[in-house]
């Protein structure tokens, strides 16, 4: 009998297809099978892209400069390397197959084909070259992995998968992406003779050249009023002329005066219907609860972890709609759910399909609940703080769409005397899936009257031109999607990771409480993308299409991957000339020095500390390496430094950090010299001093100097610091 190698992406996958199937191994249905599991990737491109090139052109690889930009596809040798914490799975999968007589690909179905990457990538490295069938399972549940094992399909060679195809297709051009960064550091080099740390990425680029101009906008802001007649009724009803251009700058200059009171016509009602909103995805979710201050890469993470326990369904789906099995399979688990998340059972009146929201052809489905149900929000506390949080939303999302569409009566009026002054009321008449899931913004859940009054008075209407909208996470992923830029986990995952605080470097961006700030390193990255194609959302649009073109065969691999030799050579001419543009206070944005570390008082740059540990300096000091290693000074920036003793005090860095954040410190037990008693002193950071820092006067009660001796004197040789006489 034949066995079969189902091949998940993770061991908490590969133990739920056990639970599904029987076992690690066993036969299920009369199909042998045995289960292995990968790390997620095993493989990957070398870092340097010299080891991707002939030997003759390694050199020219590891230059960075812009002279030998851009790439040539065409020098690249594609061979990826293990990982070293994948090779043990590797060498377990290896084993494996001498075992089995084909294998089944059961990783994740994800929309960029990802998980047929991965796969593949496992099993050429491990040279297999026997049958490959495949599992499209919408989750990990037993009856959805059961019905995937039933109904896997057969695949052609890897190169022929259109899912591998996409995949690749899209690592390889983001891998020569890299140039980018290459050019975007030698760019800043060649203008300012240094550069921070840049990370010019696909999507990255893209969010931060939107929140960059979004901010932009915000920043350039000037409120200009203005004013124009309109007509109120005793209701509070307005009335107004729509894309009137009779509009003044001043109060005074409108002609009030010509109008006088008007009887109100009402010109009919109309009963309206609003459809449930479609499920969110983990985008808007995590925009969502992005306001009450959960961070995009911990409800990532939470997610992850639900879903690994069927509380939640997978997370990086694409589907906006659930097929037939799905609904049936959570059909029986809706009322439970409700009382979890507080709603009323009997708001769920659709349990049966409704067409828009259940249908064929979706894979994993939307974002739902999963087949476990928890006992109560608190039950999921063990997940973290955001689980509640994610599942109450996710479960009320997922119900809405079972919920009855929210009704309104629409009312249009206008007034006798002056028709082109009209007015139009919304009166919610059933909440409907509102009750359940509120999708609309604040100005629409405000009690509305009932109908318009008899007669509209005229007044002086002042307006202003509209702030535009800040940079919020919802913002930005209206405006992704709207250019189909990512995929909801990937825009999560990307904003979890250029937001990311304490790492090596400086995140791209800041996040508090859903909305999005430019870091001193996103913003040097603003405005070296101007003008450039790897920041343009309906580039990055066109790009994507291409790549599922590639999956479906319309297009070829290579057409795809030579279009970044335009655009590198495009961008880089664009950023040399956006180079000059970089004030010097963002030149080392960026870099781990940056990180978290406090700035210069004297020009603003990030201090470092010596490896020494003797002194902090400046980072504005600039040099370079020679051939032979040695580092050579050029330029000494500010000159700014400051010790880390006084009269043989240590100073801990948390003394050093409050100094040069403009705090006054108190150093005790120092020792005079002419009476050898001990005394307190405080101490200040001086920009002016040439060991950066002065004694501002002695502390008699350990709360305040005493007065007197504000004069400064050089220190003891070797301390580092100026200290002050007691001017006696």
Not at 47 to 53: A, F, G, M, T
Not at 334 to 361: M, N, Q, W, Y
Not at 406 to 416: D, K, S
Request: net charge positive; hydrophobic share 35%; aromatic share 8%.
């Amino acid at each position: 009998m034949s066995r079969t190698l189902v091949l998940a992406e993770k061991p908490s996958q590969a133990e739920n297809y056990a639970k599904a199937l029987g076992g690690m191994s066993g036969s299920f249905e009369g199909q042998q099978y045995m289960i292995r599991a990968l790390r997620g990737h095993v493989m990957q491109y070398p870092k340097d892209p010299s080891e991707l090139v002939p030997k003759s052109r390694e050199e020219y690889y590891k230059t960075w400069s812009l002279d030998t930009l851009p790439w040539d596809p065409e020098d690249f040798r594609w061979r990826k390397q293990p990982i070293p914490e994948g090779r043990k799975a590797l060498d377990g999968l290896a084993a494996a197959l001498k075992q089995v007589d084909s294998v089944t690909i059961a990783t994740d179905v994800d929309p960029s084909g990802e998980g047929e990457l991965l796969a593949w990538e496992a099993l050429e490295e491990c040279r297999w070259r026997g049958p490959t069938w495949r599992m499209y399972h919408a989750d990990e549940s037993p009856k959805s992995v059961q019905k995937a094992f039933r109904e896997r399909k057969q695949l052609p060679s890897m190169e022929e998968d259109g899912d591998w195809r996409k995949a690749d297709c899209r690592a390889k051009w983001d891998y020569l992406s890299m140039q980018l960064t290459r050019s975007a550091v030698c760019s800043l080099r060649k203008a300012k003779g240094s550069s921070p740390t840049m990370r010019q990425g696909r999507l990255k680029s893209v969010m931060v050249w939107l929140v960059g101009e979004q901010e932009d906008a915000n920043a350039n802001y000037r409120k200009v009023p203005f004013f124009e007649a309109r007509f109120k009724d005793e209701r509070g009803n307005i009335f107004a002329v729509k894309d009137t251009e009779e509009r003044y700058p001043k109060k005074e200059e409108v002609p009030i005066g010509q109008y006088v009171p008007s009887p109100v016509v009402e010109d009919g009602r109309t009963r309206k219907r609003r459809q449930p909103p479609k499920p969110l995805d983990l985008a808007g979710i995590s925009a969502a609860l992005a306001a009450k201050g959960f961070k995009p890469k911990q409800v990532l993470d939470t997610y992850q972890q639900m879903y690994n326990d069927h509380i939640l369904s997978y997370p990086r789906t694409e589907d906006k709609t659930v097929t037939p099995e799905q609904f049936d399979e959570l059909l029986p688990l809706v009322d439970r759910i409700c009382a979890v998340v507080g709603v009323d059972p009997a708001l769920i009146s659709h349990r049966t399909p409704r067409p828009g929201f259940v249908k064929e052809g979706a894979a994993h489905g939307a974002n739902r609940p999963g087949t476990t149900v928890p006992s109560s929000l608190d039950a999921l506390s063990k997940y973290g703080p955001a689980a509640a949080a994610i599942y109450e939303l996710a479960a009320k999302s997922y119900l809405a769409t079972m919920a009855e569409d929210c009704e309104y009566l629409q009312i249009r009026a206008h007034l006798l005397r002056y028709t082109d002054f009209t007015s139009v009321l919304n009166v919610v008449q059933a909440l409907g899936y509102r009750a359940v899931y509120d999708d609309a913004e604040d100005d629409e859940k405000k009690d509305m009257p009932d109908g318009f009054g008899k007669m509209a008075e005229p007044f002086v209407f002042e307006g202003c031109n509209k702030r535009p909208p800040k940079p919020t996470m919802k913002w930005l992923k209206a405006k992704l999607e709207k250019y189909d830029v990512g995929t909801g986990a990937t825009r999560t995952s990307t904003i979890a990771d250029i937001t990311a605080e304490g790492g090596k470097t400086e995140p791209l961006m800041h996040e508090k409480k859903g909305v999005l700030s430019l870091s001193d390193a996103g913003k040097a990255s603003h405005i070296i993308l101007k003008g450039c194609m790897i920041a343009s959302p309906e580039a990055t649009e066109k790009l994507q299409a291409a790549m599922r073109e590639v999956g479906t065969g319309k297009l070829d691999e290579e057409t795809v991957i030579s279009s970044i030799t335009d655009l590198v050579r495009h961008d880089t001419e664009q950023m040399q000339e956006n180079a000059r543009q970089v004030p010097a206070s963002l030149l080392h944005a960026g870099t781990a020095a940056a990180a978290g570390m406090p700035k210069c008082p004297k020009c603003g740059q990030p201090m470092r500390k010596a490896k020494s540990g003797k002194i902090w300096f400046c980072s504005s000091k600039k040099g370079h390496k020679e051939p032979d290693g040695s580092f050579v000074i050029d330029d000494e920036g500010c000159g700014y430094k400051i010790g880390t003793t006084i009269r043989g005090k240590k100073l801990t860095d948390a003394q050093v950090r409050s100094l040069l954040s403009g705090k006054t410190i108190k150093i005790s037990g120092l020792v005079s010299k002419s009476t050898g008693k001990t005394y307190a002193a405080e101490f200040k950071a001086d920009p002016g001093e040439e060991w950066g820092t002065k004694m501002v006067g002695f502390v008699s009660d350990a709360k305040k100097p005493a007065a007197g001796a504000r004069k400064s004197g050089k220190g003891p040789s070797g301390s580092c610091f100026q200290s002050a006489s007691r001017g006696k």
